[in-house]
């Protein structure tokens, strides 16, 4: 037990008597810190309280601890590595790829031998009717007449036509490729100028046959056209006769202006017969 602290004497004069000797609370006392005052007291710390041992609580088990984990491992057995682990996997996958493919080739074969059994089948059951079919076929074909056959005949007349047409074209090219060959520009000037002069030539053959047929007297078409055309072409008299052909054949009997010309005459005659009012 620690000794006994002497009493110190309290001072009364002093309002708020504090014991000397003491450190505030808020600081922790050393335990090489003396006391310095005259009473001679001494401050010894208290000794630190031992800790208290903690309780821990079991472990609860764990469920499965000793089960098959996927590892390798089970109970009484070291759990294997991840390596070996992964090794073993590997080994049954190829294990399971190797029988697979034993399966499929098994299965290939079966196919192919029941395949090549189909087809001897079915060759022993139609090798009789397509016998029959070929030589009916052969038959049938050496009997034909290959001009016969209006295919054929309408091929020829498109083959015929093709030939033609690029012969045609052939003759073209080589006309075309002659030096003194006349450009068509030039040969459409001189069309349009034989048009220009045919149209203005038969505008006057036309009016001198109208003239002609109602006029009094009757008119040779030849001189007509030798009116009209005066330096027109034996040509373009034949085209523009042509044009008028009925006309001419009216012009070959009686006119209008002859019918009328004779009704005015007989007319007249009539008129001096008669006498007029007044006369005796």
Do not use: C
Not at 76 to 96: C, I, N, R, W, Y
Not at 123 to 143: I, P, Y
């Amino acid at each position: 037990m620690p000794p006994k602290r002497k009493a110190k004497e309290i001072d009364t004069s002093n309002p708020n008597p504090r014991p000397r000797g003491r450190l505030p609370q808020n600081k922790k006392p050393s335990s090489t810190v003396a006391d310095d005052d005259d009473d001679g007291f001494e401050v010894v710390p208290k000794p630190p309280l031992p800790k208290r041992p903690r309780k821990v609580a079991p472990r609860a088990k764990q469920v499965g601890r000793n089960q098959d984990d996927g590892l390798g491992t089970g109970r009484g057995q070291k759990p294997t590595t991840v390596e070996q682990h992964l090794m073993d996997q590997s080994a049954k996958s190829k294990e399971f790829i190797q029988s697979f493919r034993e399966k499929v080739a098994e299965g290939q074969e079966k196919a192919h031998l029941a395949l090549g059994q189909f087809k001897r089948d079915l060759d022993k059951a139609h090798t009789g009717q397509q016998q029959e079919l070929f030589a009916g076929a052969n038959g049938a074909v050496s009997s034909t007449n290959l001009k016969d056959n209006p295919l054929y005949q309408q091929t020829q007349q498109i083959v015929h036509l093709s030939r033609s047409i690029l012969k045609r074209h052939q003759i073209a090219e080589k006309e075309s490729q002659r030096p003194g060959l006349v450009p068509p520009r030039a040969e459409w000037r001189h069309d349009e100028q034989k048009m220009v002069a045919l149209l203005h030539y038969g505008k006057q053959y036309g009016e001198k046959l109208a003239e002609s047929l109602l006029g009094p007297e009757k008119v040779v078409t030849e001189n007509v056209a030798h009116e009209a055309g005066g330096k027109g072409s034996e040509e373009a008299g034949r085209m523009v006769a042509g044009l008028f052909e009925k006309t001419r054949e009216a012009a070959g009997a009686d006119t209008w202006g002859q019918v009328a010309h004779a009704q005015m005459k007989a007319l007249a005659g009539v008129v001096r017969t008669l006498s007029t009012p007044g006369r005796k």
